[in-house]
């Protein structure tokens, strides 16, 4: 990019106009005097989720009552939303499902990786992946005892520490601070060369990045609802398992919706062969009516163009701070190749927290993660070359201005 | 009851007169053309659900995007939920929250137990106890090997099977099928005086019996949102924790909720002391909302008497079948006796999924559980004793006219 088009908004509005996908911004209710730039905190509300949650209680549930699992295929809705996401990481219809958290689902996913992998007992991850993908693998460890080892390697060092001991490499495919992609197909296949398999936490891509697990060899992976698939708080997650694996894979929460035969009611658990396995518990229909309407917001969607766009908000981003915050300590905290970075882009400063609150205060909602680092969320889906521009003009003034300096923008202790 | 006020509607029109409950039908939708006896499978819709969770979506979502966590309190909301549930129970308001699914939250506190008696490895329940209940007590079997043996003793033997080996016993209190109660301070007692524990799962028990969890002396319990709460299709689940076993019960699943600290992203697991423990993944908020809405129907009920209610529907109910459906195979399944009884009925009939399939067909919606159980269930908040009468008289047209032999009612295969 020239510093031409940097120096004016113009350059931005020219980019808006070409952008093939502008209009579906339209989606989303996006609130007057805010630029969003958080939606891998959690996603914007689409326009058609509130009458499609609506729908469901007043009429299916209202009116329908316990008949809507039948006459509404209650039943088949976390079957039929997993085959709605599989397009857009690269899955087949039936290997996903929707179910759960995310963190449930990892606990599943790797207690079931251990049991295909009986021999093995280390569990690789990296040092200062999502806490709570950390928090569930300390938890599996604590659970099954001496069964189990979990390694933590940086990112230098995390391939070549695969080897014959290692059951699985649990990673997050973006991360979620620095927005650092492992190169995904790499770390699998060498996972595979060593006979170990890789479970891979697409919390930050499922919905941004094109993403073709088939072509990547996954055997496992799993993802948020509520980031770029627009689900709303605490939307169940997805849980991805390669065919291949379905019928060896062992859910340790063998709960009665993952039975081949659910209303026979008998005393004996017999899992189903097919991907419904991963769900335990009834499901909780809300939550998945408003996923399934953040989930087609997607639909026609060129998955290799929305991430090409996220590339370039990004890239706008890094270069405008770049070249209009360069008075600041403003660092920048992610890939500068795009290549490399998810679809945020962070920045560290010792004042984090403080600028962060300045600019929410400011309609510029990003995202602070302790203890120095601003998280700048750019959803392809329905941002828009020009937030970019303007967000960023914000942060210029914060920063120049000094406001964020005022008491009330200082950081509070942390709740417990 | 007299044969006289068993021969008409009209003593059951003095008795709604007379319910000082009846007031409370009008907080719900009800279906016109419709009696609806199965609440305790999902709960009617509160009237004040739908514009409660559509606030939640349009103004706290959609307006206030990811700050209302903090803004509208949604990080509290598990617990806050957990501490309206609590006087439901009996149990004090930090002793309870609301997290998951009943069977996940099973699978939690039957880890728990195990970790709080290390030397034992038994766990007891009874054949035919809710399948997801068995099938999740086999899943922990099945996952932590020879740490476990699940035994199944029958009711005549339970209580003696209780031993010196016994980690926990694992029953539900009111049995879904039959209503038959456990004598849950009994068995407690009987489970410490063997130094055991146990987990009573209220699914058919919280929002419709007068519990006192500290009066049983209760260690762990947990139960299902969706049927006596009115939480809605799938709503979260509840879990129990007595105070005293807080600091000690680790559960397997844990996730960044439970964590003291979840906002500092540190690497380390650390537990907080308190039930947020029980917490794992983000809380689903459209869920919860629903389930808020559903609970704040018994805002000022006496348990005591809406358990009384559902008693004397139960005793009507039983008395109108035998006294004007005599003619039929019915056989009563559930204890006559309603201090032995949860608030349904059940009949057995070997006709009996056709006979309710006609019955659902004429608005009076029950359950069917295999292989020949006619479920009735009698939600003392939004049921008449009118509505008791009407369900009878409907179900002995069905029968006197043969009309559930139509094709159209027959069994169909089970789904897979």
């Known amino acids: 990019m020239t510093d031409n088009r940097l120096a004016s908004r113009d350059s931005f509005v020219e980019r808006d106009a070409a952008d093939p996908l502008a209009s579906r911004r339209d989606g989303f209710h996006l609130p007057g005097g805010v630029i969003y730039l958080d939606g891998n905190s959690l996603g914007a509300l689409p326009k058609r989720t509130a009458a499609r949650v609506g729908a469901m209680i007043e009429h299916e549930w209202g009116e329908g009552l316990v008949r809507s699992w039948n006459t509404h295929d209650w039943i088949g809705a976390p079957a039929r939303l997993g085959a709605k996401i599989a397009p857009l990481i690269g899955a087949a219809p039936d290997e996903v499902i929707v ?27 990296e040092p200062g992946n999502f806490p709570t993908d950390l928090y569930v693998l300390q938890g599996v460890g604590a659970l099954l005892g001496g069964r189990v080892e979990l390694r933590l390697r940086s990112r230098d ?31 699998t296949a060498r996972a595979h060369q060593r006979g170990a398999l890789a479970v891979w936490d697409l919390s930050h891509t499922a919905g941004a990045l094109a993403l073709d697990l088939h072509a990547v060899g996954a ?9 770029y698939l627009n689900g709303g708080p ?53 939550g998945l009516a408003a996923l399934e309407a953040g989930i ?6 060129d998955m290799v163009a929305l991430e090409a766009k996220g590339m370039a908000l990004g890239d706008a981003f890094i270069a405008l701070v770049e070249a209009r915050c360069g008075f600041s300590e403003l660092m920048l905290a992610s890939p500068r190749d795009a290549a490399r970075r998810g679809s945020h882009v962070s920045f560290r400063h010792p004042d984090g927290y403080a600028i962060m609150q300045a600019l929410i205060a400011r309609g510029v909602i990003g ?8 998280r700048f969320g750019l959803t392809p ?36």
């Open 367 to 374: 995202d602070f993660r302790a203890p120095d680092t601003l």
């Open 234 to 286: 605490g939307a169940p997650s997805f849980v991805y398992v390669a065919k291949r694996w379905q019928e060896a894979l062992v859910s340790p929460l063998s709960g009665w919706m993952g039975h081949a035969a659910p209303f026979d009611f008998v005393d004996d658990f017999e899992p189903t062969a097919s991907i419904r396995r991963q769900l335990c518990g009834t499901p909780g229909m809300l």
């Open 99 to 125: 179910a759960d958290s995310t963190s449930v689902n990892l606990f599943k996913l790797v207690c079931g990786a251990l049991g295909l992998r009986p021999d093995r007992r280390v569990i690789l991850s």
């Open 219 to 227: 055997d496992l992976a799993l993802g948020c609802g509520y980031k």
């Open 157 to 187: 060092e995390l391939a070549d520490a695969i080897d014959e001991q290692t059951a699985a490499v649990v990673l997050t495919h973006v991360h979620y601070k620095t927005a650092e992609r492992w190169p995904m197909a790499e770390i």
């Open 381 to 416: 889906l329905y941002l828009r070359f020009t937030d970019v521009w303007d967000a960023v003009e914000t942060l210029r003034d914060v920063l120049a201005s000094g406001e964020y300096r005022d008491p009330r923008f200082a950081r509070r202790a942390a709740v417990t």
């Open 296 to 301: 087609d917001t997607f639909a026609g969607v």
